[in-house]
């Protein structure tokens, strides 16, 4: 029997052809199945976020917040939320994410309990999860609060400190808070003026170092941002002065342009200089303090206007005018001052005594003002005011015991340790201020104002005149009071009152002064300067010396030298008659030059000081 | 009508002096499919942009045809008559814990025509066949979740054409069997594949999309002759 199988059969082999043909043509491939972790993404649940009258959209962090009459709307972002339901204290809301909003009605004041439940795409990606069919739930639980917050938000300080400004306000206390908003602007601007806004969004954070002030006054106002709804505090202006004190120094036959820190200089990003027009330097450092302009100086009272500019140190310059600010100040070469209209050097305690009169601009304010030997302001008061700006004289008495100032047509006294007034006296109506002064015994010599202008003796203590004679030309008193000049003619004391005691030989006296601390009298005439003995009535020196008829002459005790302002500040040595020459920009008669203790005093829009050498 | 007469009496000599045959044989085929595999990755990428990473599981493989026929056998020239069906398909596929979706291209043919062979000796015969065909194309997709969940739908096309494979069959008689294989091409062209009158299929260019049977045959079979012969 031949077996069933064979090779050698054809049928055989043909069927087995048709067999592995069979198991190759049938393949039909696998079902591309793919291993995926079936765990939800939790990140797909996503954030909700809130908005009253569907505005701008807010996380929503614990606790809303409904008034009456408000209404809010929810969506999610950030996940795959298919859809969302709302229940308050357990109750289905109508809400459905975009017509019918959350309100406050039908709900009563106080606290609810609002629960959100989302329907979460599983985020998996199966197949299931991208057809939409694989999600999971989750809940959110909130307060919802109806009714009105007690809160008004308030910044509650603004210092200048550790070089920048620092605000304070109160902390906002409810849950529904996204950020503190400070909002700075010019603070005399409108409304709609540009403002710079600085964000805070810790809720326990209530303060806030301002690192773009560099000046003016602006006003700060807080804004609590609760999500759509701002709650502002009232606008605080505030200003915090810098005076630069720009000045100019030769040094090293250079001129130098130098200025002081400014109290807010962290704030600052760079600075620029000019002057007038013509810009000197740009990008300057902050840190820097001075700048090399290349030039020789140029003479005392030779004035150009200097300006600094402060940029602040913020990423969108220019979004408010007050990031940058420009400080600009007339200059001269030497020390700035207060602006002054009278200064006196009192040698006994060696301080200066500026008194600061100015019915225009000013950089300092109306004032006497007391300056150390290296003209530091020790104290000021501003306690001090006059009818006229010219009405401003100060006085000492040469043992620089007493100081008086002229103030409102009264002489009061001027108490060194306070600078207060204990007193007041003196004449009434109107005097002149050229040639007043003071004896070491409260007695002052005056001249009355008019054509037929008396020269009078006033005794302070009882604010009564001693004395009346016709004016000669200036006058002066002598430092114990026994003496009085006017003109040539020189007085001297005589029981309650004062006799002509002679009348010198000089002609054309332009200036008087009886020394403080020698029985010597100077006497300038329109040629010449004479020292002269007024108790042995003799003349000790002369030197030939020019004095105009408006050149404001004076004398400084301290360096005993007379000086008379011309092209060039010339001061004449009594002692050995040498004479020294400072030289000095003068523009007609204005401004006054003062030689007092070490320095050459002028004012300007600020007073300089130019130390004598 | 007398030439009717005497044409199917020339007929009647004829059958009665040739040896004539019925057969059967499997084919295997190769198909060119060009733009059914292009259609393929249009519908591939769509899946795979909505998030599904879709992978090409078939992509009209080579598969087994069906052939009969009858043949006549005139000395050294045979002729006959077949009737072939063939079937192939494309799917994509994508599976995982929570489900599987599935899109094929099932394309099926019915195949009519003639065959004639000729005798080169040694058992060896050169054929053609030439023939008209219908294709018959569904596209389906259906996804089934774990939950129960289920969708899918479809659509179905068709295409006629006419179709022409040169080959060579070498056979082998034993009895009144004789059994054979075949090695040949086809060559095949359908006209647009319709939904309807109006509606035929097209790619993303506006062009229409062919079905394109041709490729390598290669087949076995066995045929009985029915006369015993001599």
Known sequence: MKPFYSFRRPWTLSWLLLLCLSACMFDRGDDNFVQVDPTPHE???GDILYSFYAGAYYPLVDTLWLTDHEYLYIKFSNGKVKSFEIRIDGISSPYDGSSRPITSDNLAGGPHALEITATVGSGTTSLADQSGLETFKHSYHYVLMIGKKNFQPQITSIRQADGTIKLSWNKYPYGDFQAYKIRKADGRADLFSPYRELTVTDQNQTTLEDHTYVGGWIGYT????????????????SQFPYQPRMRLSAENNSLQLSWDQAPYYKNIKFMSASRGTEQLA????????????GETAPVFGEVADYSLVLYADVEDPGKIPEDKISITTQLTVGAPVPTFKDVVYNEANDVYYFVNLQFYHNDFPDGIYKLDKDLNIIDSTTAYSAYYDDDARLMQSPDGIHLYAVREYLITEIDQSNLTFPKYGGPAGGFQLDGMAASNNNLFVYTTNGS????????????????????AGPAHISPDGQYFITGAKLYHANGGSYALKSTLPYANVRYVHFLAHEQKLLISTD?????????GDTELTRYAYSTGQNEEPGFNEHTLEYTSAKTSFELLSIRDGSIRSVPIRRRYAYPKYYAEGNYLFTSLQTGFALKLH | MKSLVLFFLLCLSFWSTAQSRLYGSVIAGTYQMGDMKALQRDIRDGYIREGIPVKSVTSFSASLQGELGYEIRLRKITLGGFVNYAMTEGRIAYADYSGAMAATQQLKRVALGVKFMRDLGHHLHLYGKLGVCKTFLDIKSETNFSTGHSYGNGYSFDAVGATFEPGVEWE?????FTFFAQAGYEINVNGKTKYDDNIYLENSNNEAIHVNWSGVRVAIGTAFWLRKRD
């Open chain 2, 172 to 176: 082998h008689d034993v009895k009144r």
């Open chain 1, 43 to 45: 990140e797909n649940i």
């Open chain 1, 282 to 293: 740009a990008n300057i450092d902050k840190d820097k303090l001075s700048i090399d302009l």
């Open chain 1, 452 to 471: 037929n202008a008396n020269v009078n003796i006033l005794d302070f203590a009882t604010g009564q005149d001693v004395a009346s004679v016709p004016s």
């Open chain 1, 222 to 237: 807080l804004v609590v941002d609760q999500g759509g709804k701002f709650l502002p505090s009232g606008e605080q202006l």
């Open chain 1, 527 to 535: 040629a010449q300067v004479i020292v002269y003995d007024y108790a």
